[in-house]
């Protein structure tokens, strides 16, 4: 396959497809070393020594303001400062990740940032743990280890030949409107073929190609996940930023920031996530300047649902 | 209707049709270059009149179970085109006259 050059960004998207789903909060390390600012230098360097870590937040009433890494630690020795105060050597502006967000926005953060960790904060801004790629790296090999036993069950279980389970993820490249479809178009024929009816393959046929136009007209790349059982389709769009500055008003209809080539290829119109919408039994968005954004549609199998068309 | 009455009625070309084509019935007329659009129609039966020459307009078209495309003014049709409209089961005009002649002889057709 052609997308097997093996690019960074690509492997990542490898990554996040595996991880697809989880939350910081469930990957970060929740027993967080952290400092205040009277501190001293030699204080963290006691910290990192006993509990061989490489970075220590620095707090004020649980806001982190700052952050102390072995760098500024062996930059304080190298001027034998290890008496002063952290606030003289700490790196003040810190990237900070919010407990909720997906873990593929912190993939998308590792890449976009230097830093080797990020503290973790809650809704209130107070520190509640911290993320460095250990974590992922744990969260990879558990994902791995689950995704192994699922096929292994699933080898010794097989499906019945005509069951309406299946569960895949597509890959979308910015611009590449000719893929752009591809997905929607594979999952309506399957939905087709397990005689889904028409009205409710339409629906999702909507909801997968509006998010499919998204990724490519949209985002930087991202990825499109479809987990179907007899009940419901759930639809999961994820993307490696820019991320939308304004939710509300990307859900207002006739609101777009499309330029005019999108407009060329018939799109760009303002109606796309507001349509997803629309056909979706449940719908949720998140999304995180410059780490990403997540759609999430479900749309109900059960009849009882229909109603509403 | 069915739509080889309605393609005679507009002169337009047959580019693909699937077997039986001509039978598909047509009760709606979508006519539009903005597939937004197009994909918030909740029509049956509907063939969708487009400028929009391009593989989006027939996969928007097989999106919301539209069979039938008719692409207006005389636009070529691509390669890709034709092969998604075999994939999707698509049947797709080409019509020289412009998308608003097209709908006036649809009205006339399908007047109420």
């Not at chain 1, 606030?87 to 873990?103: C, H, K, R, S, Y």
């Not at chain 1, 979706?280 to 109603?307: N, Q, R």
């Amino acid at each position: 396959m052609s997308e097997e050059r093996a690019q960074p960004l690509q492997s990542s998207l490898r990554v996040q497809e595996l991880i697809y789903g989880l939350r910081i909060s469930e990957v970060m390390t929740s027993k967080v070393f952290a400092v205040s600012r009277n501190c001293t230098m030699r204080d963290v360097q006691t910290i990192m020594k006993n509990n061989s870590i490489t970075g220590v937040p620095v707090v004020d009433n649980k806001r982190v303001v700052g952050i102390v890494t072995m760098n500024d630690l062996m930059n304080a020795l190298e001027r034998g400062s290890m008496e002063e105060s952290v606030i003289q050597w700490m790196v003040g502006e810190v990237q900070t990740l919010a407990e909720d967000m997906p873990l593929s926005f912190a993939i998308s953060a590792f890449g976009k940032f230097p830093f080797r960790q990020f503290p973790v904060v809650n809704k209130k801004n107070e520190l509640t743990g911290i993320l460095t790629f250990r974590n992922i790296n744990h969260a990879l090999i558990r994902e791995l280890s689950r995704q192994l036993r699922d096929m292994e069950q699933r080898h010794e279980h097989p499906p019945e030949p005509n069951s309406l389970t299946l569960s895949k993820v597509y890959q979308l490249s910015r611009y590449d409107f000719e893929n752009g479809g591809k997905a929607s178009s594979e999952i309506k024929k399957f939905l087709k073929s397990r005689g889904v009816p028409p009205k409710v393959i339409r629906r999702v046929a909507v909801a997968s190609y509006e998010l499919e136009i998204n990724l490519v007209a949209h985002s930087n790349g991202g990825m499109l996940g479809f987990d179907i059982t007899e009940d419901r389709v759930k639809i999961s769009s994820h993307d490696r930023g820019p991320g939308i500055e304004d939710i509300e008003k990307a859900m207002t209809q006739g609101f777009s920031t499309a330029n005019e080539w999108i407009r060329s290829q018939g799109f760009g119109a303002g109606m796309g996530l507001p349509n997803v919408k629309r056909v979706s039994d449940e719908f949720a968005i998140e999304s995180a300047m410059g780490m990403g954004t997540m759609v999430k549609s479900i749309i109900s199998l059960k009849p009882e649902k229909e109603h509403e068309d | 209707m069915d739509l080889l009455r309605i393609v005679d009625a507009l002169d337009a070309e047959l580019v693909h049709g699937p077997d039986g084509w001509e039978k598909i019935n047509i009760e709606t007329v979508f006519a539009s270059d903005l597939m937004s659009d197009v994909l918030m129609s909740e029509r049956d039966d509907m063939l969708l009149v487009t400028s929009l020459s391009s593989e989006q307009s027939i996969r928007s078209a097989g999106i919301v179970g539209s069979e039938a495309v008719i692409v207006a003014n005389g636009k070529t049709v691509t390669e890709g085109m034709i092969e998604l409209a075999a994939d999707q089961d698509v049947a797709l005009f080409r019509a020289r006259f412009p998308k608003y002649d097209l709908c006036v002889l649809l009205g006339r057709l399908l007047g109420t």
